[in-house]
């Protein structure tokens, strides 16, 4: 699955983290509890982080930033798990982009840049051959490009996304789910630049919880 995309933590973001730490953390006010926790994706001995999204969500690209500084500190008992959401239309549509680029192993290369294909040039990826050709341009040729995008193995990786996104019942994204259990949202984190302060409390919750 995608690497995450390394950057530099700013000073802001330190800060930030470091009050975030600092201040107790109340169900309600800075996270939800899922009502039915789901099954994590990752090793037994990891905590998952799972970033539910959609490439077409302003939101989404505007915290792309954020996360892109935080996933690079995250310990190596912390393992991050990308989910596109899939909520009809183009929304399953850019699911689809999403596995087939990974599924031509061009993933961690492309995935910034079709955010920015869709939010700074007006692209919509949502033709197959409109795709293909983006694929095209990091060296997969057109046909196979196409072949993957149409193929079974990414329609029932949308499908399970699907069927996460409803375990979860998540309403909306940007969204990050951690352990299974705990739902952080824009709304309950304060602000998208909060998002990560908030779920890195809910991972040292998690390590607390097991006896770490």
Not at 8 to 27: D, F, I, K, R, Y
Not at 32 to 61: K, M, R, S
Not at 133 to 158: I, K, M, N, P, Y
Request: aromatic share 8%; proline share 4%; glycine share 8%.
């Amino acid at each position: 699955m995608l690497k995450p995309l390394m950057a530099s933590l700013a000073l802001v973001g330190l800060a930030g983290l470091a009050q975030a730490q600092s201040t107790p953390l109340v169900e309600g006010e800075h996270y939800e509890v899922l009502a039915n926790p789901v099954a994590t994706v990752v090793e037994a001995d990891q905590i998952e982080v799972t970033e539910a999204f959609w490439y077409g969500c302003p939101h989404c690209y505007r915290l792309q930033s954020s996360l892109a500084d935080w996933y690079p500190t995250l310990d190596d008992d912390v393992s991050v798990v990308h989910l596109p959401a899939t909520m009809g239309g183009d929304w399953n549509t850019h699911a689809g982009v999403f596995y087939a680029a990974d599924d031509l192993g061009i993933l961690e290369e492309v995935h910034a840049e079709i955010f920015d294909a869709i939010h700074q040039q007006g692209e919509r990826l949502t033709d197959t051959d409109e795709v293909a050709a983006f694929f095209a341009e990091h060296g997969v040729d057109e046909a196979e490009a196409r072949e993957a995008l149409t193929s079974f193995g990414v329609r029932s990786q949308v499908n399970q996304a699907h069927a996460r996104m409803r375990a979860m019942r998540l309403m909306g994204v940007p969204a990050l789910v951690i352990d299974g259990r705990y739902l952080v949202s824009p709304s309950s984190a304060g602000s998208l630049e909060n998002m990560p302060q908030i779920a890195e409390a809910l991972i040292d919750k998690v390590r607390q919880e097991r006896g770490e």
